[in-house]
């Protein structure tokens, strides 16, 4: 091993010594392996408190194997006898977690492309590697896992190179899991990564790209400084809110968080100011000076538009107000989460939550659930829909409720541009797919003689349930899929209404395709038969659009036996008692009222959703 810069945690680094950059690529290409290796081939962990993906802090990152949360890390490097600091991020491959790329990416100079050898490209690191040439960063292309048995490095080097414009040969060879070749690709990002540009005599300006909340220490916000300094004990200002506060203590992380005298031009830190407010500190932001500081904010990031909408509702109403609190300390960590109240007639009070696609709904389900110890409910997961009434008025809809009644003139549903990537023989099994999930076929490429790349326009409801799951088994998992937005297009939709003694229940009406209505309503009503219990009466189990039945299950009654006592004796005084019980089950009827338990509630709302959980790093 090279001898460690000992300047490694100084303050103030020429920024001609530092090196920014991010890795990215496709879920299981090895991200988080390789960034392991380069933690202890820098010495920043040591060899006793080493562990496998050192930098998946959550729980659920570990169980899954997947990132949810860019992480970033301080190394010190030498190359030919020069000290340099190398700010390294570590992205999610996943394409829920995008915007999460996006805002790493704004931090950084240079981007390591890590595809895996035994796999090639993938759909998602297409989506990546865009990204990153969108913001013009220096791309490092690298094969990883060459010591696998099926690798073929050769082969997908010259792929790579045929889409990045570079010779095969430029593309690094490394094994994230023995660490060949990472000392290399260090040089590399020396070599090739520029160094970051900005004004150390100008007034301070520093970007915010993430933000987590600490019990302890309150808000604890990761920076990366791009004109002055940032020392504590000064008094900082959040350009957006026009809040001052004081620096209690600005730090690197390196990978634990450490303390220092302050951040310079092109550092990437964290600063802490005591605050428990979680709206003081927005990702985006522009930090500057209290005095003198920057009077133009830096350009911040695009706002994320969530995809998919759902309802969450404690098990239990009193939780209502720490649901609330858990969902803003949520939102500063994932800003792409967004909320707003809502209640519904079955289930109470609760939030009407965006999200970016399914995962991210249930991871995020899943993290309110751990980190705050709520028992929640959520809702069918749907869309936004546009709705153009007779009258010519437009109506946006997130939630099924608030579907019009009536005739509509016209309905829009938001459609996606999907890009597929699959071994060729695969190819009329998934045009096959996409078409019955009502997709258009925009165009067909082959990657190389055995590897297609297929470009369809699929509506995003049809993508946002089961599809990855589909492609996935039709493949026997040798498929990618990314997609990204692409508009909105006219569509037949409907609202299905699910009716229990003729009364419907808000919490299990969905918006589908007209196609699809008949479908849904018999999967329903076949569903909520079997978890509803038995009641006194006969329970009807309908599904409707609007006055129209199209479906129905029938919740047998619970049967007395009111002969028991009689035995023997007239037929006329069996009959009498029967008479008088099925009076009684008609009178009950009219009046009574069906309990559904709230676990009949969960089991038919979550088992609705079959969530995309990819295995693996």
């Not at 990978?255 to 802490?272: C, Q, T």
Request: hydrophobic share 40%.
């Amino acid at each position: 091993m090279r001898p460690i810069p000992s300047f490694a945690d100084e303050t103030f680094t020429e920024p001609s010594r530092i090196r920014n950059f991010s890795i990215i690529a496709h879920i299981d290409h090895g991200k988080s392996t390789l960034a392991d290796r380069m933690l202890q081939i820098t010495g920043v962990v040591e060899a006793r408190a080493m562990r496998a993906q050192y930098l998946d802090r959550m729980d659920i990152e570990r169980e899954r194997g997947i990132t949810i949360k860019a992480q970033n890390v301080r190394l010190p490097w030498s190359v030919d006898g020069e000290d340099y600091v190398l700010h390294m991020i570590d992205t999610p491959g996943h394409v829920d977690f995008t915007y999460e790329v996006s805002r790493a990416l704004e931090a950084c100079e240079g981007a390591i492309l890590l595809v895996d050898a035994a796999q090639g490209i993938e759909a998602q690191t297409l989506a990546n590697l865009y990204l990153a040439m969108d913001k013009n960063l220096e791309i490092i292309p690298v094969l990883n896992k060459i010591d696998l048995p099926a690798a073929d490095p050769d082969r997908y080097a010259e792929e790579i190179a045929h889409i990045i414009g570079c010779e095969p040969d430029e593309v690094l060879r490394v094994s994230g899991k023995t660490g060949a070749g990472v000392d290399a690709l260090l040089d590399r990002v020396v070599q090739k990564v520029p160094a970051p540009v900005g004004d150390a005599d100008a007034p301070a300006r520093a970007m915010i790209f993430d933000s987590v909340y600490d019990t302890y220490r309150g808000v604890v916000t990761y920076i990366r400084v791009v004109d002055g300094k940032i020392v504590p004990r000064e008094k900082i200002q959040m350009m957006s809110t026009g809040a001052t506060h004081e620096l209690l203590e600005v730090g690197i992380v390196s990978p634990e968080p450490k303390a220092s005298k302050g951040l310079g031009v092109g550092e990437v830190g964290y600063l802490i100011t005591g605050v428990k407010d979680v709206r003081q500190s927005k990702v985006g932001d522009t930090v500057t000076t209290a005095r003198k500081g920057a009077e133009t904010p830096l350009t911040g990031y695009q706002e994320p538009r969530p995809m998919v909408y759902s309802g969450l509702y404690p098990v239990d109403g009193s939780d209502y107000p720490a649901l609330r609190e858990a969902l803003d300390k949520l939102q500063l960590n994932d800003a792409a989460l967004t909320y707003e109240p809502e209640t519904s007639v079955a289930l109470g009070f609760g939030f009407r939550c965006g999200f970016l696609g399914l995962l991210h709904m249930e991871i995020t389900r899943e993290r309110l659930q751990r980190e705050f110890g709520l028992d929640l409910i959520s809702t069918a997961p749907n869309v936004v829909y546009r709705v153009v009434g007779e009258d010519g008025k437009e109506l946006i809809v997130t939630n099924p409720s608030d579907w019009p009644d009536g005739r509509m003139r016209e309905t829009y549903e938001p459609i996606t541009k999907t890009t597929i990537i699959a071994p060729s023989e695969f190819v009329g099994t998934i045009m096959e797919l996409c078409q019955s999930r009502r997709g258009e076929l925009g165009g067909m490429d082959y990657l190389s003689e055995s590897r297609v790349e297929l470009r369809y326009t699929l509506p995003m409801a049809e993508i946002i349930f089961d599809f990855f799951d589909s492609l996935k088994s039709r493949t026997r998992g040798y498929a990618s899929l990314d997609y990204e937005e692409a508009g909105e297009q006219q569509s037949d939709l409907v609202k299905v209404d699910i009716l229990l003694q003729g009364e419907a229940v808000d919490a299990f009406s969905a918006i589908v395709h007209r196609d699809g209505a008949q479908a849904y309503g018999n999967k329903m009503t076949v569903k909520l038969k079997e978890l509803i219990p038995r009641q006194q009466f006969e329970v009807p189990v309908q599904a409707a659009i609007g006055s129209k039945i199209i479906a129905r299950e029938n919740i047998r009654a619970i049967r007395k036996d009111v002969l028991a006592k009689c035995y023997g004796g007239d037929i006329s005084r069996k009959r009498k008692l029967l008479e008088k019980q099925k009076e009684g089950k008609k009178r009950m009827k009219t009046i009574g009222r069906v309990d559904v338990p709230q676990e009949a509630f969960v089991a038919a709302l979550s088992s609705d959703a079959s969530a995309d959980k990819p295995k693996g790093k």
